[in-house]
């Protein structure tokens, strides 16, 4: 993955898109110090996964603060149109749903006990193409049904 996104910086830098060239180059500096950082190795596609959705929250969050401030937010959503366009697509919330009944439908039991059974299913399967605290709400949902 990290081939990928230096390929796409390096078409950013040529076609002059310096937010989404500086961007990029950030993303992919802390994803390979990542490997780096644990014995000289590669970086996974999972953990870079996590630098971009890393990279989201931070501008969700500068989003709301400019937002606050009544500031020009246009270089921020910028940002974030880029960032979510490296992501996997995401689940809505009815597929994400459909996909927790099928794995809580396989369960022996129906219980709370069993939501970190169905959290590991569900990431195996489905690894970065949900949010975390919207899928715990399904399969809480799911299982007290």
Known sequence: MIQELKKIMMKAKVEKDTIKSNLISTLVAEAVMIGKNDGNRETTEAETLNIIKKF?????????????????????????????????????????????????????????????????????????????????????KCLSK
């Open 56 to 140: 989201l929250k931070n501008v969700n969050e500068n989003i709301k603060i400019l937002d606050e401030l009544g500031k020009d937010k246009t270089s921020v959503l910028r940002e974030k149109e880029i960032l979510e366009a490296l992501l996997p697509k995401q689940l809505s919330a009815e597929e994400l749903e459909k996909v927790v009944d099928g794995i809580v439908a396989k369960l022996p039991e129906k219980s709370v006990k069993m939501m970190g059974a169905v959290m590991a299913e569900l990431k195996k399967s489905h690894d970065g193409q949900f949010d975390g605290k919207a899928a715990s709400e399904i399969v809480k």
